[in-house]
């Protein structure tokens, strides 16, 4: 029985959760747009929603937060007050409250919280939107509120009532035309409509996370007995062509290919979430810190509809935050400041997500000051992170990725370089441990994008084989434009550095065995060169290597104690002749590449 009602617990604070996650961002999306209707609709009935599950579950002060703020919300939608930024201040507090309280209940802490003063606040909230001057505790109103608790209530076709009985006479026996007398008539046809929809969510089945994450591991394994098998099945048929078990072999191996795709391809789907996850709690953060500081600035946000790896989700919020709080408190400027420079008085934060190619690009845009990077310069030169040489050598490009060195943010940098260093290096951080990397386009006074690029799966990825002396490495092939074979005469150097020409424009390039630090043969040192394209962001250049073997579908090996960062390596893979191989991060290399050739 404990066991029957943890369980029913655990389901009461998921689906809580959920609730306040939808309904957080529209509270902000009200305040923009007015009085609207269907929002305010929307709103009620997650309150509604929430107080009822939590009465059954006898969380009073849930019930007694969510009752005022449903309250208050009820008297908006009826128009019987107006929406004001001291009122929707009362309510954001509550949902903040009921989230707290709901992360006590998941915990099982026991913590109590004192709510005194926000059920205050709610009391004289909902007096003033009343125009009356009775509160909303009365014994009445508590005797009303629980005859509507006792009323099982249904979200998308789940009971949140533990009493199966009662829940099971009501749902099997719903009656439209007698309605129950402990419900209004609104609310009995909204319990109607939600029956009705029933048949649209049985399919729905919610799955422990760790369930999908341990198919996802048996689904690389597959991949990888997939690629060997493919592997001895050619060799088979090289040695034994027009045998009859052979060519069943291949016709097997043809057959398990395309299931092991397509398995791949579902499980992936399978851990992919909306980014709207991680977007919908920026609204109300950019909300709350811009009037904190009295500035003005709007949030505008593309491609919520995105899907991601759920390992993004997870770890693509803290990024986001480091880099919008910094746009809000430091970038974009005080309205007279922007005026004063030709600037609309509203500043504006564009968030957006978008796939390209097998790409997940997440951009945050400001239109404020933009990175100063003569102080980055100076402030990297003042904190020995570079030599005065060097800073003199390097690009603006080079100097603005300073600011992710560790060390180089500190409070006087915040201010001088409108913010931009501060936790950067956590920015960086986070998004290489998803196998991405970042890149930042500024202009001063103008503004600054953050562009953030990440595999569309964590798992699994294309890769193409090359040999690079006696070494064999994996390169993710999403970051591959093209191959080629050029002769030595095709290659220029342009002040000790080499470069192609391909189409007219001038590429730089590099010998992979000199960057790996990788023995050649002498053989491989002859007249023709493989030569591999990359584009890594906006960023182009060439691969020199001494054998292309091909692409091949790969499994991420984590290696323990590697970091990317620190050595330009996402991990290891099995190849299809059961070879282990490194696969390289070519974002890291990048840079690597480019910092060694600006010095």
């Known amino acids: ?94 949902v903040d409250a009921l989230k707290l309280l709901i992360s006590h209940i998941r915990l099982k802490d026991g913590v109590e919280e004192n709510l005194s003063s926000l059920l205050g606040e709610l009391d004289a909230a909902l007096e003033s939107a009343s125009g009356k001057g009775k509160p909303p505790a009365t014994e009445e109103a508590k005797t009303e509120e629980r005859k509507e608790e006792i009323t099982p209530e249904r979200t998308e076709g789940k009971i949140d009532e533990p009493h199966e009985e009662v829940a099971e006479k009501s749902m099997r026996h719903p009656d439209p035309e007698t309605p129950s007398p402990l419900r209004t008539p609104a609310a009995a046809e909204e319990h109607v409509q939600q029956i009705a929809k029933e048949k649209e969510v049985v399919s729905t089945l919610r799955v422990d996370v760790a369930r999908i994450d341990k198919v996802m591991d048996f689904a690389g394994e597959i991949v990888l007995a997939r690629n060997r098998l493919l592997n001895l099945a050619a060799k088979l048929d090289a040695s ?88 809000i408190d430091h970038a974009i400027e005080f309205s007279d400041e922007r005026v004063a420079k030709g600037k609309p008085r509203k500043g504006r934060i564009i968030l957006s997500a978008y796939q390209k190619g097998t790409q997940i690009v997440i951009e945050v845009s400001d239109d404020g000051k933009g990175i100063d990077v003569e102080a980055v310069k100076r402030k990297a030169l003042a904190k020995g992170l570079i030599g005065e040489e060097e800073a003199q050598k390097m690009t603006d490009e080079s100097a603005v990725n300073l600011i992710f060195l560790p060390g180089f943010s500190t409070k006087d940098v915040s201010t001088e370089l409108s913010g931009r260093g501060v936790g950067m290096d956590v920015v960086k951080t986070n ?129 323990n104690g590697i970091e990317s960062e620190e050595c330009g390596i996402l991990g290891a893979t099995i190849t299809g002749d059961g070879r282990v191989v490194l696969i390289l991060d070519l974002a890291v290399l990048a840079r690597g590449v480019f910092a060694s050739s600006n010095r």
């Not at 066991?3 to 939808?22: P, R």
């Not at 060519?247 to 709207?276: C, N, W």
């Open 1 to 94: 029985m404990a066991d029957e009602m943890d369980e029913i617990i655990n389901e009461f604070v998921t689906e809580a959760e959920e609730t306040l996650e939808k309904i957080d961002p529209m509270f902000v999306e009200l305040e923009t747009r007015g009085d609207d209707k269907d929002i305010l609709n929307e709103i009620f009935r997650g309150m509604h929603t929430l107080k009822g599950a939590a009465g059954f579950l006898g969380f009073q002060p849930i019930v007694d937060v969510a009752h005022r703020a449903e309250s208050i919300m009820k008297r908006l939608r009826d128009g019987e007050t107006g929406l004001s930024s001291s009122l929707m201040d009362v309510i954001l507090k509550s």
């Open 240 to 327: 034994y062509s027009g045998d009859p078990s052979v060519e069943s072999l291949l016709e097997t191996t043809g057959f398990l290919d395309r299931v092991t795709s397509d398995l791949q391809l579902a499980v992936m789907k399978m851990r992919m979430q909306p980014i709207q996850k991680v977007f919908g709690k920026f609204p109300r953060m950019v909300r709350d810190l811009s009037r904190a500081l009295g500035k003005d600035i709007d949030l505008e946000m593309f491609g919520e509809e995105t899907e991601v790896d759920k390992t993004v989700i997870e770890n693509i919020g803290d990024p986001l935050v480091h880099i919008i709080r910094n746009s």
């Open 431 to 559: 998004v290489a441990k998803l196998n991405g990397y970042v890149e930042v386009i500024t202009k001063k006074d103008i503004g600054s994008t953050f562009k953030i690029s990440l595999p569309l799966t964590l798992a699994i990825l294309q890769a193409m084989m090359v040999r690079i002396g006696n070494e064999f490495y994996a390169l993710p092939q999403s970051m591959i434009e093209e191959t080629i074979r050029v002769k030595k005469s095709d290659i220029k150097d342009i002040t000790g550095q080499k470069v192609l020409t391909i189409r007219g424009r001038v590429i730089p390039m590099f010998e992979m065995a000199n960057v790996l630090h990788v023995q050649r043969h002498v053989e491989d040192r002859q007249d023709n060169s493989y030569v591999l394209v990359a584009l890594v962001g906006d960023r182009r250049f060439c691969m020199a290597v001494d054998e292309l073997l091909g692409q091949e579908e790969v499994v991420i090996k984590t290696i």
